[in-house]
């Protein structure tokens, strides 16, 4: 006799829709109360959408960083950012020849000039000197880092926030 009730229960819940059967089902086979599917909920809002012009607006994973006395400086292999989701600074992969002794150093992004980057051949300014920068410590993933900033403009991070 329960085999014909769970079958009858399947045949209506059937002619309800999928939903309401599967959930018959379950209520029924585990004795349990069900709720009514919210079918009408409201879908969510679409995404802003920012349009940012070919020209006002490049990547910066792998350009060629220089001085300002047009020194080569290394390449950008990271940026940082805060808890805020603010862009802090940036890694550059310093010195060596093609990446054989080279290390990793962390700048203040206030410290990097983007003036020229319209193609993946322009390279990125850095208000710092090579000596200034080869004496910076090495950047370690999971230590405390230390960020070489311009004279003057380096501002505290909140480790508190």
Same mark, same amino acid.
């Given at each position: 006799?329960?085999?014909?009730?769970?079958?009858?229960?399947?045949?209506?819940?059937?002619?309800?829709?999928?939903?309401?059967?599967?959930?018959?089902?379950?209520?029924?086979?585990?004795?349990?109360?069900?709720?009514?599917?919210?079918?009408?909920?409201?879908?969510?809002?679409?995404?802003?959408?920012?349009? $940012?012009?070919?020209?006002?607006?490049?990547?910066?994973?792998?350009?060629?960083?220089?001085?300002?006395?047009?020194?080569?400086?290394?390449?950008?292999? @990271?940026?940082?950012? @805060?808890?805020?989701?603010?862009?802090?600074?940036?890694?550059?992969?310093?010195?060596?020849?093609?990446?054989?002794?080279?290390?990793? $150093?962390?700048?203040?992004?206030?410290?990097?000039?983007?003036?020229?980057?319209?193609?993946?051949?322009?390279? $990125?300014?850095?208000?710092?000197?090579?000596?200034?920068?080869?004496?910076?410590?090495?950047?370690?993933?999971?230590?405390?880092? $230390?960020?070489?900033?311009?004279?003057?403009?380096?501002?505290?991070?909140?480790?508190?926030?």
């Amino acid at each position: 006799m329960r085999i014909g009730i769970v079958v009858a229960t399947l045949v209506a819940g059937l002619a309800a829709g999928p939903t309401a059967a599967v959930a018959q089902d379950a209520a029924t086979t585990q004795g349990a109360r069900t709720t009514p599917v919210d079918a009408a909920k409201e879908p969510a809002p679409p995404p802003s959408v920012t349009v $940012i012009g070919a020209r006002d607006a490049h990547g910066i994973l792998g350009r060629e960083v220089r001085s300002a006395a047009n020194e080569d400086m290394g390449r950008v292999v @990271d940026v940082i950012v @805060d808890r805020d989701g603010t862009v802090r600074a940036a890694v550059i992969d310093f010195g060596g020849f093609l990446g054989v002794g080279s290390r990793k $150093i962390v700048v203040d992004w206030k410290a990097m000039r983007f003036g020229a980057v319209a193609n993946k051949k322009d390279s $990125i300014t850095l208000e710092l000197t090579k000596a200034q920068v080869a004496a910076a410590p090495e950047y370690k993933e999971d230590a405390p880092v $230390i960020v070489l900033g311009a004279a003057g403009r380096l501002q505290p991070w909140d480790f508190d926030h």
